[in-house]
């Protein structure tokens, strides 16, 4: 009985304990946080020849990291190393189709022999098809999963082991807003990104479960960027003050000081953070009612016309 009492003070003390730390990295402007030396830490980018991933890539290299690109384009990759290594960097790129497992494989061991350990990995590639479901072809489902949460098993299962061995590294899953919540025209993503946000639950659990506290994860669901992504697609956002379509550059320094400062879970814009949670409390027809008041569940454009 008394180990109980004990266990459940241990409990108390530590939901206080990290409650303060995540709460300090929410208010305390980045200039006062503690961040981690990048310089020379290897990186690993996936989808890193456009969008978020070109630009934190940029961001890293300006830390004096190491990066590792990994696209499906090659050339967009190989540009940007020579972008880097013409800025006096040191990058790597390859092209990897992350809807093969065997592919993920075969790169990642070719890394882990000809650059080392990885310290981050930071699985960002993704696709939408922007199809209504009755619209939505089995391929479309195999790519969406395929790159969108399949790849994040194969990765990380490169990966984090050497990270265990040495209880360091860093694991970032770039999932979405569409992750915690649904909307029409967009099944196959909102799905893919749900099952990305529950791989990256248990991700955290499993290295919990390992005692190796030296390891480090974050979650990433940011609302509409303005990217190639969502901006062929026409997304809208009804009250713009409130969820604009975000900044490229506003979110991926979001990223960036998030990584940077071991921040755990990263939403943008940071409304989201009481709007999850508070409707999630309520009836499954209000939530739903709430989210078609402010547009977010019928945000692409067909849904307007
Ligand atoms: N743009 C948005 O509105 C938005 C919102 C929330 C989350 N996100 C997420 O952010 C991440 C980055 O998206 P983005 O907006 O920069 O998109 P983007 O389309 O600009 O970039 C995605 C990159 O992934 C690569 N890619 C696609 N399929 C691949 C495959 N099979 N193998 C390897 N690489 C592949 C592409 O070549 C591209 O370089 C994605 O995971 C996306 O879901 C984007």
């Known amino acids: 009985m008394l180990d109980l009492i004990l266990e459940i003070l241990c409990l108390f003390f530590n939901v206080i304990q990290w409650s303060l730390i995540s709460l300090s990295k929410y208010i305390l402007p980045y200039s006062m946080l503690p961040k981690k030396d990048l310089h020379k830490q290897k990186v690993l980018i996936t989808g890193a020849g456009s969008g978020l991933g070109k630009l934190l890539t940029r961001k890293f290299a300006d830390r004096g990291a190491v990066l590792i690109l990994w696209d499906v384009n090659l ?83 490169q990966f984090l082991p050497p990270m ?14 569409a992750g915690k919540m649904g909307s029409a025209g967009l099944a196959d993503y909102t799905s893919s990104k749900h099952a990305a946000v529950g791989f990256h639950d248990s991700l955290v659990a499993e290295v919990m479960a390992s005692g190796k506290d030296g390891i480090k994860t974050t979650l ?50 940071s409304g989201l953070y009481f709007v999850f949670p508070g409707v999630q409390i309520l009836p499954y027809k209000a939530q739903k009612a709430i989210g078609e008041f402010f547009g977010l569940i019928q945000s692409l454009d067909r849904f307007h016309k």
Do not use: W
């Open 164 to 177: 265990l061995e040495e209880n360091h590294g860093h694991i970032v899953t770039i999932a979405s807003a």
């Open 75 to 157: 050339k967009s990759v190989d540009e940007l190393k020579d972008e880097i290594r013409g800025n006096g960097g040191e990058a790597h790129s390859y092209e990897v189709n992350l809807c093969d497992p065997r592919r993920i494989a075969e790169v990642g061991q070719q890394v882990l022999r000809d650059i080392g350990k990885v310290d981050i990995l930071i699985n960002n590639a993704g696709v939408a098809t922007a199809k209504m479901i009755m619209d939505t072809t089995e391929r479309d489902i195999d790519v969406s999963f395929g790159v969108n949460v399949k790849s994040h098993f194969f990765t990380v299962q």
């Open 220 to 269: 990433v669901c940011p609302y509409y960027v303005h990217t190639s992504m969502f901006d062929a697609t026409g997304a809208t956002t009804r009250f713009p003050s409130i969820f604009p379509i975000l900044d490229t550059d506003y979110v991926v320094q979001k990223i960036f000081e998030a990584i940077e400062t071991e921040q755990e879970y990263l939403v943008t814009p």
